[in-house]
């Protein structure tokens, strides 16, 4: 998701005419690799997002809100120490790529005028924010590039910022020449491998605007290369073409206009980048990090679904090899009937079933005596009695575990970014497949969070957000009279209905089950019963329940934010 240096060009010259002469008022760093300035520039405040995450690296004006660490990173207290009194003088594309340059004017502690840069690498994966002096003599950086072989871009402190080249021209200078050495062939290529600034998207587009094909089989004439250039130089100055308006296009990234060769994908407009962009990255960013923070618990959860799931195909295979044992049960007693009939030495013997009337050849062992055979089966079929027995216990303890395991899997998948994970720690630490956090001195337990709690028709309805509370809203919250909702076969929340002696309206009921089933995707059979019906499931986990005398109602998911209490 790397917009290219056309979109970012735009969005720098927006920046600097909105932040130029904006004063630094607060810095704080909500995430390790996100920076968050807030300004006062004309009478307005102004919070400038710069992130370097991988997912989602960016730098544009933002609307959204975070929470800070309570002891702020060695990063943001040198900003801070650098440039809370200070002012931004511009913002700039540095070095023809896709680094946006910051320049702040400042004062020292002895009151000397001083000037620092911020910059951000905006690259993907090597996304980075580097923090330097008037000299660009590197003060700090979010990711630290020590020297290395392989690499010849280093970002250490003391070191100055060299970030590499690339061996091509740029698209913000003259590039008619370029063109003179294409002889035909793939001319997409051509252009991505000798003009830099442009992605694979933006490329087709010049191509196309220019009346021209990826695949030109001949060298461009002198009209053909006015064409390509005239498009180009239209991309040198985009805020001022007739055609700039920022728009996100697919859902995937920012462009400065409306590309011919995406206009079959969705898009929406904008007044300018920074909103396109904080819009684009508000919800990505969100996503992102909270994918990293569940990443752990979510390793964990995959790692056992797939070890419960192993030993429930194990299960059925060891029951499998149980559906013969009948059959050596008979051969023991076929044997045991007929021993008169049988000497020691022979290798099978044909006898009558007298279950069914037909023959049957069974299988001797000759070095044993008949008597021993008649045990060999016996012993066969007891092994394999006992087998069953204790498999078919287990495949039900390990069904029950994994849909209990299913059950978190599925609350990780739709856990919000700003609620805690305490609750499925502690589970998967029952589970084993965590290992519990070792903390030294006494610590304050965090307070866990309550039920989501709804009101309507004056009936408060709850619902639970984990297995363990969950749990403790069905058999210690609610009492029996009340009404308890669940999803038909899946795996969700218990929803309360706390009916206090009172008829639970239809209208109610159809209320809660949109909350039941608020987590899922279409429309869902939700079971409703009074929650004297609901019982814990025997040897089950937390949230296993089975119930009866329920009633089933169709209900499409909604969350219902405005019944929140």
């Known amino acids: 998701m790397g917009s290219d240096l056309v979109a970012l060009s735009a969005l720098t010259a927006e920046l600097n005419n909105t932040l130029s002469g904006a004063r630094v008022d607060k810095i704080v760093q909500p995430d390790p690799d996100e920076l968050r300035f807030f300004l006062r520039n004309g009478g307005k405040n102004l919070c400038l997002c710069v992130s370097c995450n991988a997912g989602a690296p960016r730098m544009h004006i933002t609307s959204t809100k975070k929470q800070n660490p309570l002891n702020a990173p060695s990063l943001c207290m040198l900003l801070r120490k650098h440039l809370q009194i200070s002012s931004i003088e511009g913002v700039a594309v540095f070095n023809n790529d896709r680094i946006l340059q910051i320049k702040f004017n400042a004062r020292t502690e002895m009151k000397d005028d001083a000037v620092y840069y911020l910059f ?8 980075n924010i580097v923090f330097t002096d008037e000299k660009l003599i590197i003060l700090d950086a979010v990711k630290h590039l020590p020297l290395d072989a392989t690499r010849s871009h280093v970002v250490l402190r003391g070191v100055k910022y060299e970030p590499v080249g690339q061996n091509k021209i740029s698209y913000l200078t003259s590039c008619f020449s370029v063109f003179d050495n294409f002889n035909g062939g793939d001319l997409h290529k051509y252009i991505l491998d000798n003009i830099s600034g442009f992605s694979g998207v933006t490329v087709s587009e010049i191509i196309s605007r220019a009346g021209l094909e990826s695949n030109h089989s001949t060298a461009l004439n002198d009209d053909e290369k006015a064409a390509i250039c005239a498009v180009i130089r239209e991309f040198q100055n985009i805020t001022e073409s007739e055609n700039y308006c920022p728009v996100i296009i697919g859902k995937n990234d920012v462009y400065p206009y409306h590309y011919n060769v995406l206009k079959d994908k969705e898009s929406k407009s904008f007044s300018t980048m920074s909103e396109a962009y904080d819009a684009l990255f508000s919800v990505t960013d969100t996503e992102i990090r909270n994918k990293a923070r569940l990443k752990t618990l ?37 044997i045991v009937a007929n021993i008169y009939r049988i000497n020691k030495g022979d290798k099978s013997v044909v006898l009558d079933n007298y279950y069914t009337g037909e023959k049957v050849e069974i299988k001797l062992d000759e070095k044993l005596t008949p008597s021993g055979n008649s045990k060999m089966y016996y012993t066969k079929y007891n092994k394999l009695k006992r087998q069953q027995e204790f498999t078919e216990k287990k495949l039900v303890t390990d069904q029950n575990l994994l849909d209990y395991v299913l059950s978190i899997e599925t609350e990780l998948n739709s856990l919000p970014y700003d609620c805690s994970t305490v609750a499925i720690e502690e589970e998967l630490e029952k589970l084993g497949i965590l290992k519990k956090k070792n903390v030294k001195g006494k610590v304050r337990k965090e307070k866990s969070e309550p039920p989501y709690t709804f009101e309507h028709n004056g009936f408060t309805i ?84 089975i119930y009866v005398n329920y009633k089933t109602a169709l209900a499409n998911p909604c969350a219902h934010d405005e019944l929140k209490k």
């Open 462 to 545: 709850m619902k639970g957000r984990n297995n363990l509370q969950n749990d403790e809203l069905t058999f210690r919250i609610a009492s029996s009279s009340d009404l308890w909702l669940h999803v038909k076969n899946g795996h969700g929340a218990h929803v309360i209905v706390f009916a206090e002696g009172k008829k639970v309206p239809d209208e109610t009921i159809k209320v809660a089950a949109e909350i039941a089933c608020s987590d899922f995707q279409g429309s869902q059979n939700v079971d409703y019963t009074e929650r004297r019906n609901v019982k814990r499931m025997p040897n089950g986990h937390p949230g296993q329940v």
């Open 298 to 334: 979510t390793t964990a959860v995959k790692h056992l679904k797939a070890r419960v799931e192993k030993n429930i195909k194990t299960d059925l295979e060891r029951l499998k090899e149980c559906e013969n044992m009948d059959e050596y049960r008979l051969f023991g007693e076929l």
């Open 120 to 127: 951000v690498e905006i690259m993907n994966r090597y996304s």
